[in-house]
């Protein structure tokens, strides 16, 4: 019986393209449908009651919820397809669940800044988050990507970062290739594997989303 | 198989408490040491320098934070009863219910016993939403891991033998037998397990703790 596979998403999201990063680095043939998140679909309710939110995959109608559970899953399930994402060892497979929740809180707790307008609350996020791409920088260190020589778990949560940089860049007017040049490079490294660019969102697609939403927010 | 320590608190998280349950459930020696968390010990702030908190399991001399990381750890490096579901997706239905118990259910129970006014109507709002969840999920269940405890049993700790005792100490009632019948049948289950109970901390001493509060 063939596999059935969709994956409820949202274009721009970030965790939702940690879904379609996995599932193309995989292999994997599946239904891509986009959710209007102002009118979701009765899938995502049902599959996903508790959240009501993307990604969702379903396999075989069976539903899988939330992004790191979704690329553990698929991870798992296509387990003879390379690249193997998690670490088989199992404390370094705990330091990149470790590392990928952490920095998920982190840039979830600091992020929203460029909702903010120009003040003090923003130069406060803007901050916060500056903090964080300094801490991931310097995980990264000399290695070719997180998961040290291969493209792993700890990248494809990671990477899904990279094409919301243009707009942080844009918000704060500041460069990540100029004061983070080991993440930059690492983003152009990720952006070679074909399955990886072909699966992130287009950088100019994701700004114009959020200056749109942000123009909405203020009522224009 | 190397040398396994436990940085503990006092005794009364239940995060620790996660822990030692998975350690016991493999069969697992290690060595239990207490952290003061007013005076933090220099192995914590070794093992654990990005959040200083406990529970830290070190295992050959190498440190491993948060208490379900943790315990997918110990699954995966110990032989003995399974923690996880072997199958993929089990594994996934696990690994989102532990998330939920503690990103929506463990906040807001807490939050609901130990705020007033405006903040405590609108967190025991949001207990009774996330504990039907959990209600629906056991029903039909002697455990949420079927037949033998798993992963979400081990993080619902907190609702099933915690929860019950703050509601007592500050009298609010969350987790009734009347509202949720499964639910309170399974903490009935879990705790009063001859395993488990052997492991959950000593009642009068959480009552004290938190009549201390």
Known sequence: MADKVILLDFYPSMFGMRARVALAVKGVDYEHREEDLQNKSQLLLESNPVYKEIPVLVHNNNPVCGSFIIVQYIDEVWKDQSPTLLPCDPYQRAQARFLADYIDKKVMETGNWIWSEEGQEKEAGKKGFVEILKQMESELGDKPFFGGNAFGFLDVALVTYSPWFQTYETCGSFSIEQNYPKLSSWVKRCLEIESVSKSLADPDNVYNFYSTLKKKKRGL | ?213
């Open chain 2, 1 to 213: 198989m190397g040398e396994v320590k436990l940085l503990g608190g006092l005794g009364f998280s239940p995060y620790v408490n996660r822990v030692e349950m998975a350690l016991k459930l493999k069969g697992v020696e290690y060595e239990a040491i207490a952290e003061d968390l007013k005076n933090k010990s220099p192995l914590l702030l070794q093992y654990n320098p990005v959040h200083k908190k406990v529970p830290v399991l070190i295992h050959d001399g190498k440190g491993i934070a948060e208490s379900l990381i943790i315990v997918e750890y110990i699954d995966q490096v110990w032989e003995g009863p399974s923690i996880l579901p072997k199958d993929p997706y089990q594994r996934a239905m696990a690994r989102f219910w532990a998330k939920f118990i503690d990103e929506k259910c463990i906040s807001a129970t807490w939050k609901a016993c130990w705020s007033t006014g405006e903040e405590q109507a609108k967190s025991k709002d949001e207990s009774v939403e996330a504990l039907k969840f959990l209600e629906d999920e056991i029903k039909g269940k002697k455990f949420f891991g079927g037949d033998n405890i798993g992963l979400v049993d081990i993080a619902a700790n907190f609702i099933g033998y915690w929860l019950p005792i703050i509601s007592e100490v500050k009298g609010v009632q969350l987790l009734t037998e009347e509202d949720f019948p499964n639910l309170w049948r399974w903490a009935n289950e879990y705790c009063s397990d001859n395993f488990v109970k052997e492991i959950l901390p000593n009642k009068e001493a959480l009552v004290a703790r938190f009549k201390s509060r």
